[in-house]
């Protein structure tokens, strides 16, 4: 398998950076890869021969012959992915790699065996491959199998063919954030395995293109609660923030018990009564500026501290002095509020906020200090510190005192 990867990336899928265990920078960016990549060697190692008559990328299809030469590959396709990808010749041996029916995407490995296609699609498309053995490929682009359902061979591969071909122009479609292919409207990512590629690779900051509706939701977000008399800054990029799986479960964990004691979800809320809060804190290295995906390790970057390890209310006081509603973990539906928090050590012109999951529950509403909280009253989940005649805020306030009621989100970063 010789392909060619830009320096630092993982070897066996070249989108996500190598890990790095702050000893050892490994070859592969997660355990998921790393074994995917010795499978291949093995499949790879095991294979005597090669299929002379098949197509040298995808081994699945036979070679395109023009009446006068016989080509390396079936079609343009497999010729683009070859010369792409830095594939030389049949030794590379493509086909040990790719699904035997798209020729684009790994085979899918569910952990002990390497199956030759790399979904269901594509596991249905050659299930109904014609009398001819061939399989059909979408009528729009010609790359891709027909999409199969069960009972319907349809005559495009996606929804988004589906809509080219019917005339509709430019149809809006989210990607998944890992491979790039269309996901359902308001999900991340378009299949378990790219979940599970994910949440192997965590902590993880992952770019969300601007053309996704969760990028546009973001932004949505920041700018109508950005409730200072200041012109409210340019957002440049919103970050996906994946977190460890310990701390996902975790954070389930909590909100499935504060649902089970308020049933949110049967008066027509959210489980837990789920909710979107910004958190502005201090930022040491440059994370998030032009590119920057990579957390640092100093104790000292707090930015960097949520995002792998989340919020800690042993920590407070390392951003601010005082608490109004005691010791906590602070958070506000004002986005111009959480900026008076946002702190950079190094000289930028961006700044960043956090945009998290938040387990509100049964909050409690509280107009005026209370310094000395360390936890909600008797029956609550929360405080929530709102403005009012007479009260003491400016502007909203929620603060939690567990560490899993609160999970990083989404890394915002916008001109300074």
Known sequence: MSLVRKPGYCEACGKRPQYSDGHKVHPYCS?????????????????????????????????????????????????????????????????SRMCQTCGRRPRYF????????????????????????????????????RYFDGNTL????SMTCARLASGEENPSEDRCLICGDSVREGGHFCSNDCVQ??????????????????????????????????????????LKVIIPRNLLRQYETYSAGVEARGNFLSAGKSLGNEQ?????????????????????????CRLCQIIRRSFKIELFGTNMTWGRFGKGIYTTATSSKANDYSQNKQTSQYKTLLLNKVI????????????????????????????????????????????????????????A
Not at 116 to 145: H, T, V
Not at 154 to 157: D, E, K, L, P
Not at 215 to 238: E, G, L, M, N, Y
């Open 276 to 300: 979107r809060r910004w958190h502005g804190t201090f930022r040491e290295c440059l994370l998030g500026d032009e590119g920057r995906t990579k957390t640092c390790t100093s104790t000292k």
């Open 31 to 95: 355990k998921s890869c790393a074994t995917y990549a010795r499978h291949i060697r093995d499949s790879v190692s095991n294979e005597s021969s090669v299929h002379d008559g098949l197509c040298e990328a995808c081994h699945a299809r036979p070679k395109h012959s023009d009446g006068v030469t016989v080509h390396p590959y079936c079609g343009r396709s497999c010729a683009n992915f070859a010369k792409n990808s830095g594939i030389v010749g049949p030794s590379a041996r493509v086909g």
């Open 360 to 415: 509100v529950g049964n909050g409690f509403k509280v107009t005026k200090d209370q310094d000395t909280l360390q936890k909600p009253p008797s029956g609550y989940d929360s405080v929530l510190a709102e403005v009012a005649p007479g009260g003491t805020l400016n502007y909203d306030e929620l603060v939690l005192y567990h560490n899993d009621a609160i999970r990083p989100s989404y890394l915002v970063i916008y001109d």
């Open 154 to 157: 349809h005559s495009c591969c």
């Open 197 to 238: 590629s994910a949440v192997d690779s965590a902590p993880l900051l992952l770019d969300v293109p601007q053309e996704n509706a969760t990028f546009q939701s973001v932004i949505d977000q920041f700018t109508a609660s950005w409730k200072h008399p200041t012109k409210c800054p340019t957002v440049r990029w919103v």
């Open 110 to 145: 569910d952990g002990s065996t390497l199956h030759p296609y790399c979904g269901k699609s594509c596991a249905a498309a050659a299930n109904k491959s014609n009398s001819a053995g061939r399989i059909e490929l979408c009528d729009y682009c010609g790359q891709m199998p």
